[in-house]
């Protein structure tokens, strides 16, 4: 009898196997379609540096080059060479910032994460309401206050005040506490009763279950800070320590025409996009992979 | 007689608060790990974003042109802002509703119907989908421009009209996004086609993370359609991850801004059909420097955004959170 019921099951799954795969190719298919249109902008940025001075400025403008070449790139290297600052100290920069900026931003939001999703202390709901209130805020009407509370903190022209405006993250915040309210209380309970403190629960058994929250949150956090030019030109009166990004902003800011460098600019905008597209691409692996193998019981 | 009542419920109402006192002292000293856990991203949230909203809020009652002192204005601000500010009242505040409620909602279950169909392939190709679907908002703004400008363009070269031509559909080619009736259709179509953002990646993690064992279970007690599945067990099951992409969704659209003006290439927009609250602001703000008008605009957005978001929140059911 049991036996009869495992085969009829296992059949059942066979054919449930081969349904789906049908139903996936089909899936596969359409998604592939719609999705070729929407990685257009990603063959767009390979493509323009690659191009030659003829391609650039063709109208209307062409997604692939024809005839691809690496002059751009040699125009971007001989103009980081006249620089007056050495290109590599802006590089440099924008590494260290984004680098321990999206490091502090992810601990930092995961840590305010655990207690507002799993301690009812006094005060937790009006503070998780101003987080989200605080998203609602347009950026503009703040630049002049936060101004002023870099100069009186006196972090002005140091890694700190690159860094420490951003490590205020509250979409990371609330991103984090969203996933950790999907961690059972009972698992938490029964750590505690085994003797687990407050850090060991919190490491040991909420931060694996979010990891999926945790590296999206890294990906985000990362484009933030990199391609970020606000704390370079607000922030920072002195050129040596502003950014990459900043520093490509300017290349062609104060030209005349807007031919001259655009060959350049096309190079540099492939190099500063690539270090996204490779954490976008480690981190989101990590996220699909967590997700295979465990998951919330 | 009744001064005596008075004095002895007096002192009970003194007793009762110094009570109360005591009490919130000891839950707060109770939970004192909890804001050891807090404070890191406490000091950080009131230094720049705290006491910025609160400053700004503070100008909004102010007259301030960034240079000089603000000077208080009371309820000037809001009282021009309500009466007299017609680029607001006419073409600001009902672009910003139309395009908010269409681009909010539609992307928000564009993302989730995207998010789900993705989680249904196999993982070995998941990856390169979700690059696909994640690319408009990872390549960022300048990227899109260079993408749409040639396709709505108004000549006959424009590959949307050059098709439509082709096809017959229309006798003449159309200024997809320099003219009014169009802009705002322009401006919603390549919105959502970026809306695969924050919200999107969250949704995809907490359907790939739904328990495979439900689907069993709920198969056996009678669940038979894919629907019926997203229905009874994928959306109550990760109900924090919707109410996350909600919230961003509709702050996002809410916030737009700059999408009319890099589609149209004028500042401001043609007779003024794409101009939003947020272009309003930064117009007052950063061009006629009157920050005091720019924050009480901000503060009205605020106030919109908070509406509609407890209007969602209402509309999902989702008490437990706030």
């Known amino acids: 009898m049991a036996a009869i019921a495992e085969n009829t099951s296992k059949a059942g799954a066979r054919r449930r196997l081969i349904k789906l795969d049908k139903t996936q190719m089909m899936l596969m298919l359409f998604l592939t379609l719609v999705g070729i249109f929407m990685i257009l902008p990603l063959f767009y940025i390979f493509n323009h540096a690659l191009k030659p001075y003829s391609e650039l400025f063709l109208y209307p403008p062409r997604i692939f080059v024809q005839q691809p070449t690496l002059t751009n790139f040699s125009e971007f290297f001989s103009l980081l060479k006249d620089s007056t600052i050495p290109a590599s100290r802006y590089l440099f920069n924008s590494i260290v910032v984004a680098g321990l900026g999206t490091v502090s931003v992810v601990i930092v939001s995961a840590l305010a994460a655990y207690p507002l999703s799993k301690h009812p202390f006094p005060g937790s709901k009006l503070l998780f309401s101003a987080i989200v209130i605080s998203l609602m805020f347009v950026p503009e009407a703040l630049q002049i206050p936060r101004y002023i509370v870099v100069a009186q903190l006196g972090i002005m022209d140091t890694y700190v005040g690159h860094i420490l405006p951003h490590v205020a993250a509250p979409v990371s915040v609330f991103l984090v506490k969203q996933f950790m309210d999907q961690v059972p209380n009972d698992l938490i309970e029964a750590a505690k009763i085994d003797g687990a403190r407050e850090f060991t629960v919190f490491m040991r058994i909420v931060i694996p279950v979010v990891m999926p929250s945790i590296a999206t949150s890294s990906i985000l956090t990362f484009q933030d800070i990199w391609n970020d030019t606000s704390t370079s030109t607000l922030f920072m009166q002195n050129d040596a320590m502003k950014t990459f990004p900043y520093y490509l902003s300017t290349l062609t800011n104060n030209l005349a025409n807007s031919v001259a460098r655009q060959g350049a600019v096309a190079a540099a905008s492939l190099i500063l996009f690539l270090p996204t597209l490779i954490i976008f691409l480690t981190f989101q692996r990590k996220v699909i992979a967590t997700m295979a193998h465990s998951g919330i019981k | ?322």
């Open chain 2, 1 to 322: 007689m009744s001064n005596e009542l008075q004095l002895a419920s007096k002192t009970q109402v003194k007793l009762g608060v110094q009570e109360k006192l005591n009490l919130l002292t000891k839950r707060i000293w109770k939970y004192r790990i909890s804001y050891l856990f807090l404070s890191p991203f406490l000091i950080a949230f009131t230094l720049f974003i705290l006491i910025p909203v609160l400053a700004a809020f503070g100008l909004s009652f102010t007259y301030y042109n960034s240079i000089q002192p603000p000077t208080f204005a009371g309820w000037d601000n809001f009282e021009y802002l309500l009466s007299q500010d017609v680029l607001f009242l006419k073409y600001a505040l009902p672009n910003t509703l139309t395009f908010a409620l269409i681009v909010g909602p539609g992307g928000y279950v564009l993302s989730f119907i995207i998010a789900w169909l993705i989680a249904q392939i196999p993982d070995r190709w998941r990856i390169w989908f979700v690059l696909a679907f994640y690319a408009p908002s990872l390549a960022g703004g300048v990227v899109m421009n260079i993408i749409w400008q040639p396709l709505l363009s108004g000549d006959r070269i424009g590959y949307l009209n050059s098709f439509l031509l082709r096809m017959g559909w229309i006798e003449e080619p159309q200024l997809w996004v320099i003219d009014p009736d169009y802009l705002m259709i322009a401006m919603i179509g390549v919105t959502m086609w970026t809306s695969m953002g924050v919200g999107f990646l969250a949704l995809l993690a907490g359907i790939l993370n739904v328990d495979k064992q439900l689907y069993e279970a709920a198969r056996i007690d009678g669940v038979k359609s894919r629907l019926q599945e997203i229905w009874y067990i994928t959306i109550p099951y990760m109900k924090p991850q919707m109410l996350f992409a909600a919230v961003m969704a509709i702050v996002n659209a809410f916030k737009a801004g700059q999408i009319g003006e890099t589609l149209s290439g004028m500042k401001p927009t043609p007779e003024y059909a794409g101009h939003t609250i947020h272009n309003h602001i930064s117009d007052f703000g950063l061009i006629r420097y009157e920050m005091g008008y720019a924050a009480a605009l901000s503060v009205v957005l605020l106030l919109m955004i908070y509406f509609f978001n407890r209007l969602s929140w209402r509309l999902f059911g989702n008490k437990g959170d706030e």
